[in-house]
C-alpha cells in the first residue's frame, strides 16, 4: 500500500515541472490511476513518457506496494 501522496512526491523527484494526479481506485492503495503533465514528455513517444513515470515508481512497482497503475501523461497546453 502506498499513499497517494508519496507516488506524487517520487514522480516530482524525478520530473520537477510534474503536475501530478493520484486517484486511489480500490481505497486499498495499492490499485492506482496517475495522470501527469510535464513539458518533459514533449517529443516524447507516449512509451518513453510512461518509461519515465514507471522509472519514478520502480520501486513501488518491484515490491508490488503499487500493484495495478493506470497511467495519462501528456504536455501542457
Do not use: N, W
Not at 499513499?3 to 520537477?16: D, G
Not at 507516449?46 to 501523461?73: D, M, S
Request: charged share 20%; hydrophobic share 45%.
Amino acid at each position: 500500500m502506498v499513499q497517494p501522496e508519496a507516488v506524487a512526491a517520487a514522480i516530482r523527484q524525478l520530473i520537477p515541472d510534474a503536475q501530478v494526479q493520484v486517484e486511489d481506485l480500490t481505497g486499498g492503495g495499492d490499485h492506482i490511476q496517475v495522470k501527469v503533465v510535464s513539458e518533459q514528455f514533449r517529443d516524447l513517444s507516449r512509451v518513453k513518457q510512461h518509461q519515465l513515470v514507471y522509472g519514478a515508481l520502480k520501486q513501488e512497482l518491484a515490491t508490488e506496494a503499487i500493484h495495478a497503475l493506470a497511467l495519462q501523461t501528456s504536455c501542457p497546453t
